[in-house]
């Protein structure tokens, strides 16, 4: 059987939902026989302390990077040292072997196998603001204007 919805029949099962949502989270958190009132801790890759690695592999603006301890997480920024510009790398792929395929954000020209890259522990981050406002700015916040 079809039951016409209007707008208020709408938001009361949506506030509805979201009560029972709020109560099965706080239940999960406070204690219940389950966890026995200890909060479950999780470890993401992104809460790892940030580790170094090395090109392995430069095709065009796609670089593998290999690292010997944590993997970054998916779509976190690593910078390459010693190169003579800024050049900001974002994880698109676990490719396995300890390495991560990566999408440079700007030239690879000059990038070459052993040169140091390390992760940020964050994603690009990019400025906002009164103070960006009709400024032009590159992909990975830096002003160009």
């Known amino acids: 059987h079809w039951r016409t919805l209007n ?21 999960s958190v406070s204690g ?4 026995h009132g200890r909060m479950q801790l999780r470890a ?7 580790s170094n690695g090395f090109v392995s592999q430069v095709i065009g603006p796609v670089v593998d990077v290999r ?20 050049l900001v790398l974002e994880v698109s792929q676990h490719v396995g072997d300890n390495t991560v395929r990566t999408i440079a954000m700007d030239s ?14 964050s994603p690009i981050k990019v400025p906002v603001g009164r103070g960006t406002l009709g400024r032009i700015l590159n992909v990975i916040g830096e002003p160009v204007d």
Do not use: C
């Open 32 to 35: 219940d026989a389950s966890n």
């Open 44 to 50: 993401f890759a992104a809460d790892a302390a940030p």
């Open 108 to 121: 690879t020209d000059g990038l070459t196998r052993g040169q140091k890259v390390m992760n940020t522990g």
């Open 7 to 27: 707008r208020s029949s709408v938001t009361m099962a949506m506030r509805g939902a979201v009560s029972r949502l709020a109560s099965w989270a706080v239940r």
């Open 67 to 86: 690292f010997e301890g944590e993997l970054p997480s998916i779509l976190s920024a690593l910078e390459v040292a010693d190169h003579n510009i800024r």
